[in-house]
C-alpha cells in the first residue's frame, strides 16, 4: 500500500528533547492510596485484610500464624 503523505497532516518540525519530555510529565502512573494497619502498622491498601497479621476490622480473618523470633 503506497500513502500520498501530501494528504496527511505533517509536523512542520521534530518535537525537541525538551518538549516532548515536559509533555510526558502528565503522563505518570498514580499511586494508589495507602492506609496503616492499626494491628501492626504495615502499609496496606484500603478496605483489605492486613498480609502481615491478618487483622481485619480488629477481626483475624486470615489466621496467619506468627513466626516465632530467635
Ligand atoms: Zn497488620
Redesign the pocket.
Given at each position: 500500500m503506497k500513502l500520498n503523505l501530501q494528504l496527511f497532516a505533517v509536523p512542520f518540525r521534530r518535537t525537541s528533547k525538551t518538549k516532548k519530555r515536559m509533555r510526558r510529565t502528565h503522563l505518570k502512573k498514580e499511586v494508589g492510596a495507602i492506609v496503616v494497619?492499626?494491628?501492626?502498622?504495615?502499609a496496606?491498601r484500603p478496605h483489605r485484610a492486613?498480609?502481615?497479621?491478618?487483622?481485619y476490622k480488629n477481626e483475624d480473618v486470615l489466621h496467619i500464624k506468627k513466626e516465632e523470633e530467635n
Open positions: 494497619c492499626p494491628k501492626c502498622g504495615a496496606l492486613c498480609a502481615k497479621c491478618g487483622f
